[in-house]
């Protein structure tokens, strides 16, 4: 089955193999083409054949047949590239590299082997278009009216070329807006420096960071990296800091604000937001920079208090920061349109702002985020580059730190940190030990020490991420239950997974866990009894989850939602009477301002005081329920994406590979998965071979997103 039938629901299946035969008897006629090549109309109809066969997207084709229209001489390879550009617009790329044309795009587009070899196939097109580049800019640049480069005017063409002379890019307009506006703009605030007070910040960052590397130590271990992303943080309105699960993001964020505190000199106080791509997100990062500034304050109180305690109110930082919310919340999303409230034009009120999980923050939102900050407002961008990117197009915390685990710093960078944050980095990190960086990786720091990870699942998260089969395969060979792998032979494992009545003892938390709690509500009707349940039902529910790779399919989302919930339900656990029943998660899939749920939000269904049903949902502390009949747009959450997944964590987090989606099946996929796992982490396999098939295959963004601040293109 192919990607794009994976995504297609039941019915559009039925629907295109019925539609499939007589497709293909329409483009026979494309067999006795004449010598002189396709005509656009011809073409055009092999791309509305892909679209029927669901090799492309309507949308795709359609987008040939829109730009035929505004020029009716368009050549064909315009056409084509048009159209396979919208389809690599829907996988998540930002633009197409003109020369990944060159040749058939059998590797980018991953089709099956009948839509790459077959009579009606990419390989049978392909013999009719441009063999070089030359040709293909030609093709482009003779439909002006549909094309806009360098040379030509802006008439409002939908597709623009850019990129460099060897490696042009075909661009829709709103991505390259979007690309152009985002890369300049970091790196302005990259270049945007502030003074520093050299003696003030040296002093506060000692006290706050009091680590002392052990001798001997590597030079990654020998560098405090916090306490340097902290000094480099102060020097420009943006900053940069990465680093895996645990590897002290947001304490080292939280030590930021303080210091940003300590050296605040403004008249009013100082304004500080914090957000994240999702609530749960938000929620994770409030509570973690809430407890970081307390540990802090305790930290300040042992030592001097003179001397620190005492001048620094971290109390009243705490207390002004408010709470964490999701971008869509802060920049003020409005239903049903792509506006928000806040724009270049009515900016936020905000001096800091810190944004956790920026791996998930999507090109068009970046956008959107750095057109509403103030340019003197600080931004410091968290998250762990090697996640998976958001499902909407473009990478750009990927982009933006490429380079980042080789440092790559200027002389100027090495005195600041021998200056600011007393480090003296190891000659690797120098800008001499590799071509030189631009701005953008001066304001980038990658943290390297996990304090979380630093059993199994970290080795594992490690091996995975290195693309190392072999330390993988050892990781899964480690003493404990931290780890397990399995290749059961049907999704009937998964079931017995989520009951924790499987066959295999593999020990670690199921569904089973919260189940109890909800089929024991409290005796007593009061408000409090009843709210100190659902947030344990809710908490409880958070300590397992299964995560998979694809919707469709007997191990997709659908299906292992369907099947997990008919197993708890006959071992006695749910009772699933209509749409709401009691116990039933949930996850949201759109925005609702109104109803203040957002894409991603997972909750469970409970009845309220009078009985009646409700979703909650359950951010830090904070409990919100909403009515089920206005919840529109929401999904049974007991097996869900790992791109869903994104921003939680899970005590076991159970990751199942299906079969048959070769292309979905990634390093960052597998890694993102492993990393949602606190305590227990189990692997299934629908199919030996899964694992190391998907961590030999990194993921790509195609993007031309550095070129805006000298970097390489991908
Ligand atoms: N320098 C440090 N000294 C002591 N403890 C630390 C230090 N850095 C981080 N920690 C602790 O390690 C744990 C993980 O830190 P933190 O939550 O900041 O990591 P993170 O990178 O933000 O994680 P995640 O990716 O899960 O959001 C926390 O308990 C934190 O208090």
């Known amino acids: 089955m192919s990607l794009r039938q994976n995504l297609l629901n039941p019915a559009q299946q039925a629907h295109q193999a019925h539609t499939s035969a007589q497709k293909a008897a329409q483009m026979d006629w494309l067999n006795d083409l004449p010598a002189g090549g396709l005509s656009a109309a011809q073409t055009l109809?092999?791309?509305?054949?892909?679209?029927?066969?669901?090799w492309l997207r309507r949308l795709d084709s359609a987008l040939a047949a829109q730009l035929l229209r505004l020029q009716p001489d368009a050549p064909p390879a315009l056409l084509v590239a048009a159209a396979v550009l919208a389809q690599m617009e829907g996988r998540g790329h930002t633009c197409l590299s003109v020369n990944d044309l060159l040749t058939p795009p059998v590797t980018l587009l991953a089709w099956p082997a009948d839509a790459v070899h077959g009579p009606q196939g990419l390989l049978a097109l392909w013999a009719h278009l441009p063999a070089d580049r030359a040709g293909w800019l030609a093709a482009l640049r003779a439909a002006l009216a549909c094309l806009r480069d360098a040379s030509a005017p802006d008439a409002g063409q939908p597709l623009v070329l850019g990129g460099a002379a060897d490696a042009p890019l075909l661009y829709l307009r709103r991505y390259r807006a979007y690309e152009e506006r985002v890369g300049k703009t970091l790196l302005q605030r990259a270049q945007s420096a502030v003074d520093v007070p050299t003696a003030q910040a040296r002093e506060w960052l000692d006290r706050f960071f009091v680590n002392v590397p052990s001798t001997g130590a590597s030079p990654e271990e020998a560098t405090d990296w916090q306490k340097l992303a902290c000094a480099v943080a102060l020097r420009a309105r943006l900053s940069v800091i990465t680093g895996g699960p645990g590897t002290g993001k947001t304490y080292t964020a939280a030590r930021l604000l303080a210091l940003l505190l300590a050296l605040h000199e403004g008249v009013s106080p100082l304004r500080v937001a914090l957000a994240a791509p999702t609530g749960k997100a938000a929620a994770r990062l409030k509570q973690s920079i809430d407890g970081s500034l307390q540990a802090l304050k305790a930290q300040a109180n042992e030592q001097d208090n003179e001397q620190a305690g005492a001048t620094l109110d971290l109390d009243t930082l705490i207390q002004r920061i408010g709470a964490a919310r999701t971008l869509h919340s802060l920049l003020g999303a409005r239903p049903d349109t792509r506006q928000f409230q806040y724009h270049?034009?009515?900016l936020l009120d905000v001096d800091v702002l810190i944004v956790d999980e920026a791996s998930m923050v999507h090109l068009e939102m970046m956008d959107a985020l750095l057109q509403a900050l103030p340019p003197t407002a600080r931004l410091v961008l968290l998250g762990d580059k090697d996640q998976l990117a958001s499902v909407e197009a473009g990478a750009v915390l990927g982009d933006v730190c490429r380079d980042a685990a080789q440092g790559g710093y200027t002389d100027d960078t090495l005195r600041f940190a021998q200056e600011v944050a007393g480090q003296t980095l190891a000659a690797c990190f120098h800008a001499s030990a590799a071509p030189a960086l631009p701005a953008l990786a001066q304001q980038t720091v990658m943290l390297r020490k996990s304090r979380r990870f630093d059993g199994p699942i970290g080795q594992l998260a490690l091996a995975v991420n290195a693309g190392d089969a072999a330390q993988v395969q050892q990781a899964f060979a480690l003493p404990g239950k931290a780890l397990t792998a399995w290749q059961p032979e049907s999704p009937q494992a998964v079931c017995d997974l989520a009951t924790g009545q499987g066959a295999r003892a593999i020990g670690g938390a199921s569904y089973a866990d919260y189940l109890t709690c909800v089929n024991t509500p409290p005796m007593a009707g009061d408000l409090a009894a009843h709210?100190?349940?659902?947030?344990?039902?809710?908490?409880?529910?958070?300590?397992?989850?299964?995560?998979?790779?694809?919707?469709?399919?007997?191990?997709?989302?659908?299906?292992?939602?369907?099947?997990?919930?008919?197993a708890l339900a006959d071992a006695g656990w749910l009772q699933p009477q209509g749409e709401w029943?009691?116990?039933?998660?949930?996850?949201?899939?759109?925005?609702?301002?109104?109803l203040g749920v957002f894409n991603g939000d997972v909750g469970v269904v409970l009845p309220n005081l009078h009985k009646v049903p409700k979703a909650w949902f359950l951010d830090g502390e904070q409990l919100?329920?909403?009515?089920?009949?206005?919840?529109?747009?929401?999904?049974?959450?007991?097996v869900m994406t790992v791109h869903k997944s994104q921003g939680s964590e899970f005590e076991h987090t159970a990751l199942v590979l299906p079969p048959g989606a070769a292309e979905l099946l990634s390093r960052e996929l597998v890694y993102t998965g492993i990393t949602r796992a606190r305590e227990k982490f189990t692997l299934i396999e629908a199919q030996e071979g899964l694992l190391h098939a998907a961590i030999a295959r990194p993921s790509v963004r195609v993007s031309g997103l550095r070129q805006w601040w000298g970097g390489a293109e991908r």
Not at 535 to 545: A, C, E, P, T, Y
Not at 581 to 592: L, Q
Not at 624 to 638: G, I, K, P, Q, Y
């Open 45 to 54: 109809n092999w791309l509305h054949g892909w679209s029927e066969m669901g």
């Open 344 to 346: 270049a034009a009515h």
């Open 531 to 566: 709210e100190a349940w659902v947030k344990q039902v809710l908490k409880s529910f958070d300590r397992f989850r299964i995560l998979c790779a694809v919707h469709q399919g007997e191990w997709g989302t659908a299906a292992l939602n369907a099947a997990v919930q008919k």
């Open 581 to 594: 029943f009691t116990g039933r998660p949930v996850m949201v899939t759109r925005n609702d301002t109104q």
């Open 624 to 638: 919100r329920s909403v009515s089920v009949a206005r919840l529109a747009h929401a999904e049974t959450a007991f």
